[in-house]
């Protein structure tokens, strides 16, 4: 074979793995647009509403005044970043209680007006009380990156009262999750990246009782970092005579045989050390199988009625505590 139709060769196999590489990627997002591939939608909103913040200790951050459909409900945000409507001018004379968390609290595959802060906001209204409930929450933040953002961010916002929605990846150390160009804008390339982690065990190597029993060794750099976290946010909180909340948030893989209630009992010891007033939400969703509250199938966030059982449940907690002088308890 001569040089000639050496070159020829391979320019029409590059041509052939190029074309077949693009009716790849096509096919896909035909596919996936029906918007029920967890994995891609939670691809597409790091791609649509979150850029790389040029905070290290957050990663990524939210984008302000944006918009995106994923997993078929809309997911806007405003001039702080929050899920939801612009935030009005502070009024003294209105309780303000801001939700610190991840996509649970955020609300994802939950419809704006489903979520627990929506839901908190209309109980509280038709209570006759005047209260603004924000939701800052924020997919693949633990408690590091949410105590940081809202020290960074959030203190211009002068909150009455936090809610931290601590769920048990609050302890992990995660990475910033950028990946790279065509991890970022590739269905293809994220879908065999995602196929090919999991074929070699880096996804689901272990149980999620193992995974959880690692973060939670009292030596682990994760679950230290949590800890100063928290207690960072405590202290803010006590010198400007701020409630603090914590909404201790269930995995709802297993909710017959829970088995993470020794981690229930250690946040709870901590939360009470550090100030913060304990609410487990475990008990709101004993009664359920996981299929009841799951977004979808396949993924495990809470649906509309879990946020209606979260608000149900913290709701409570949050009007008994309005009839405690601000920093009395602390």
């Known amino acids: 074979m001569n040089f000639r139709n050496f070159a020829l060769?391979?320019?029409?196999?590059?041509?052939?793995?190029v074309l077949m590489l693009g009716v790849g990627e096509v096919v896909l997002r035909v596919k996936n647009s029906t918007m029920t591939n967890y994995d891609i939608e939670m691809w597409r909103y790091a791609r649509d509403l979150?850029?790389?913040?040029?905070?290290?200790?957050?990663?990524?951050?939210?984008?302000?005044?944006?918009?995106?459909?994923?997993?078929?409900?809309?997911?806007?945000t405003d001039e702080w970043g929050l899920r939801g409507p612009p935030v009005p001018p502070r009024d003294p004379d209105v309780r303000r209680i801001l939700f610190l968390g991840s996509s649970i609290t955020l609300g994802w595959g939950v419809k704006e007006e489903d979520t627990e802060t929506e839901q908190l906001r209309?109980?509280?209204?038709a209570d006759g009380q005047r209260v603004e409930v924000l939701n800052a929450g924020i997919g693949n933040y633990n408690a590091e990156r949410y105590v940081e953002r809202f020290?960074?961010?959030?203190?211009?916002?002068?909150?009455?009262?936090?809610v931290v929605q601590y769920f048990l990846?609050?302890?992990?150390k995660l990475d910033d999750g950028q990946g790279n160009a065509l991890l970022r804008n590739s269905e293809l390339a994220v879908t065999?990246?995602?196929?090919m982690t999991r074929l070699t065990g880096k996804v689901g190597l272990r149980s999620l009782e193992e995974h959880y029993q690692s973060v939670y060794k009292q030596d682990s750099e994760g679950y230290r970092t949590m800890l100063a976290s928290l207690r960072k946010l405590a202290d803010y909180a006590k010198a400007h005579h701020i409630r603090l909340t914590m909404a201790m948030t269930p995995d709802i893989h297993n909710l017959k045989d829970y088995p993470f209630l020794d981690i229930h009992r250690r946040m709870e010891g901590i939360a009470r050390d550090d100030g913060y007033t304990f609410v487990d939400l475990l008990p709101a969703f004993s009664k359920l199988s996981p299929e009841q509250v799951w977004?979808?199938?396949?993924?495990?966030?809470?649906?509309?009625?879990?946020?209606?059982?979260?608000?149900?449940?913290?709701y409570p907690v949050l009007r008994e505590g309005a009839k405690?002088?601000?920093?009395?308890s602390r």
């Not at 060769?9 to 793995?17: C, P």
């Not at 209309?122 to 209204?125: D, G, P």
């Open 122 to 125: 209309k109980m509280f209204a």
């Open 50 to 76: 979150k850029f790389r913040s040029d905070n290290p200790v957050l990663g990524h951050d939210h984008l302000k005044n944006a918009s995106a459909r994923l997993q078929s409900v809309e997911i806007r």
């Open 295 to 314: 977004a979808m199938p396949g993924d495990p966030h809470p649906n509309a009625l879990g946020h209606r059982l979260m608000a149900e449940a913290i």
């Open 9 to 17: 060769s391979a320019v029409m196999v590059v041509v052939s793995v």
């Open 192 to 195: 065999l990246w995602i196929a």
């Open 169 to 172: 990846r609050d302890a992990e």
């Open 151 to 162: 020290l960074t961010e959030l203190t211009g916002l002068d909150p009455s009262d936090i």
């Open 324 to 328: 405690t002088e601000l920093g009395s």
